[in-house]
């Protein structure tokens, strides 16, 4: 009986000692958490050997780690949103203060050629601007989770024509930089399947991206892909989670490529990023969102589309269904 007594009250005290080790535990990671709250990066971290209290700390390390990863990226985000608006509103009023000067020059010339010249100067400027707004429109539209294409407008496109309806309308700015776009089908014949509108458009930001900040020609040319994705690294897709239908289907890619700067810092991985502009082409008149309009029109019709840039040659490589 003396025994069984003794037992029990060592039993007791080590579940006493057990119990108030845990709270000085608990207390302890409370403080923690409490400085965590005022700011502080510290790791939580507990003296005890108790296995459930060891993966207590370890799960909410986990999320703490997690939430300010995510707060860090917000931050991140936030800022470049910023920066991207002070860029856009530059970029905006650039072109319109400039036809407004050329307008005022006008209203002051008393020559009719140099009015005339300076007229025709001021309706380039907002030819600019007026890109620039269509462009920043179509992106609010392309960002809006729920815009699809009806299913009926996605069909087979003969490629070449539309092309080279697309290619005569810069027919003026290839003059002006005196190269001659090089075009490379396998047939003019060629189909894919497409939104004729979205697809123009697309053809018309690329031609557009190798004329501002191109240095040379452009060359334009098709190649098909038996299997996909393909083991060449050069057409590897960035969009099959999207689109897994790709996977199973013959693509067929369309390269743009031009060479640019020697001085270019130019970020493949980021080419496609809203309001992105290499260092370079700050000073030109551009939007910024002519890539990332590209790409969100590939990603809506179920295409794809990327980047490479070797030796100074900006590829931009488009994948479709044919």
Known sequence: MCVLFILSVTACALLALFYIRLCLDIHSLCGQLDEIARGSHLELAVNSRQRVLLVLCQKMNQVLAAKDTSHFRYDKAEKQLKQSITNLAHDIRTPLTGASGYIQLARECQNSDKEDHYLEIASIRLIELEDMLEKLFLYTKLTNEEFVFPEDSL????????????????????????????????????????????????????????????????????????????????????????????????????????????????????????????????????????????????????????????????????????
């Open 155 to 322: 069909k087979k496109i003969q490629v070449f024509p539309l092309l080279e309806s697309c290619l005569l309308s810069f027919y003026t700015e290839f003059e002006e930089k005196g190269v001659s776009p090089e075009v490379s089908f396998s047939s003019e014949s060629f189909c894919i399947l497409a939104e004729e509108d979205a697809l123009k458009r697309i053809f018309m930001n690329l031609i557009q991206n190798a004329l501002i900040h191109g240095t040379g020609g452009l060359t334009i040319s098709q190649r098909e892909i038996v299997s996909y994705p393909p083991n060449s690294a050069q057409y590897s897709c960035r969009n099959t989670a999207c689109h897994p239908e790709l996977s199973s289907q013959k693509v067929s890619g369309i390269i743009f490529e031009n060479p640019v700067q020697a001085d270019c810092t130019l970020d493949p991985a980021r080419i496609f990023d809203r309001f992105y502009k290499a260092d370079p082409a700050r000073g030109k008149s551009s939007s910024g969102l002519g890539l990332f309009i590209v790409q969100e029109l590939m990603k809506k019709m179920g295409g794809d589309v990327r980047a490479e840039f070797h030796d100074h040659i900006l590829r931009i490589i488009l994948l479709f269904s044919i």
